[in-house]
């Protein structure tokens, strides 16, 4: 045989050999992702489910709007007028997506939308997101009194800090008030039905990831890059994946990855309790903040101030444990 095409043949071989060890690693990653990845969606929609439909019902029998009128005098401190509680009361029990659809329906202007915004991406979806945190390895109490009170210490502060006039508002759209139960359920079942397929879809994906990344040695090089910012903000390095997850998916679709993590005892509950009070008050810094720069929020009033007061959370938790 001709050298130079018995060398070819060796090279298209040794590809070849490099090819089906690659997609035998990927396979493996697939295959060990999928059974930890349904456990823990069908959790997450025994959640979510249930207290979707319980909200819905809430807001169709009015429940909800009589809490925010109960709760009108304390929004008016931080410059927000009384019907601005209705969008809290729905981001904090649902997600931004409904809280949007809220401000859709009333007279709002840029600077109480940017300021809702802000208490939103810090106190939305508590139920689940603090679920999850507490199978993490933090008190849920804490999780909800951090959320809680710091969403109210940033609206504060930016109440003070914003300028007076950032243009007007969506406008009203009014909300179909009165529609027929059955008419409401139905809708509430399609978006359902789509949630249970994004959470099943997401989470597996995620998880596929997480292995993928483990297996080539990439969680190792993210956490190089990200280790001189995880100091300053006062996190473990071995918080640097999940830190990671928690800032692009969130806390409801990063849950497979952090869960196991810990379970596994990958990452201690003391470092997944700091990562805790850092992405409690910043995490999903892309979904939900596209979502409200599409309604005109200005994406670096929504995120700076609560990395800011992450970073402080985190210090202070650090320095809370350190005195004990």
Not at 185 to 203: D, Q
């Amino acid at each position: 045989m001709n050298p130079a095409r018995k060398h070819k043949s060796n090279g298209t071989r040794v590809a070849s050999s490099k090819a089906i060890l690659l997609l035998q690693r990927i396979g493996g990653c697939v295959k060990d992702a999928i059974a930890p990845a349904t456990k823990t969606a069908i959790w997450l929609l025994k959640i979510t489910i249930p207290i979707s439909l319980a909200v819905t019902l809430l807001q169709h029998f009015g429940v909800l709007n009589v809490v925010s009128e109960w709760l009108s005098p304390a929004f008016g401190v931080i410059g927000l007028r009384g019907e601005a509680a209705l969008v809290y009361l729905t981001a904090a029990f649902l997600n931004i997506y409904s809280a949007i659809a809220v401000i859709s329906s009333l007279p709002l202007n840029m600077r109480e939308i940017t300021i809702l915004a802000v208490m939103c991406l810090i106190a939305h979806n508590l139920i689940v997101e603090t679920t999850v945190q507490k199978r993490t390895g933090s008190k849920a109490w804490h999780i909800v009194l951090l959320r809680v009170g710091m969403s109210i210490v940033a609206a504060a502060g930016l109440n003070l800090l914003l300028p007076g006039d950032l243009g007007a508002g969506l406008g009203s759209k009014a909300l179909m008030h009165g529609a027929p139960l059955q008419d409401v359920l139905a809708s509430w079942g399609l978006s359902a039905l789509y949630l249970c397929l994004k959470i099943i879809t997401l989470v597996t994906l995620l998880m596929i990831l997480q292995r993928i990344l483990k297996e080539f040695g990439i969680i190792q090089i993210l956490s190089n890059i990200f280790k001189p910012l995880l100091k300053i903000m006062g996190l473990p390095e071995s918080t640097s994946f999940l830190w990671i997850v928690a800032n692009t998916l969130g806390l409801a679709y990063g849950s497979a990855v952090m869960v196991e993590e810990v379970e596994a005892g990958k990452l201690s509950r003391s470092d997944a309790d700091l990562l805790n009070f850092h992405i409690a008050i910043s995490h999903s810094n892309l979904e939900d903040l596209l979502l409200f720069a599409a309604i005109g929020v200005s994406i670096w009033w929504m995120l700076i101030p609560r990395i800011l007061i992450a970073i402080a959370a985190v210090w202070g938790r650090r320095f809370a444990v350190a005195g004990n």
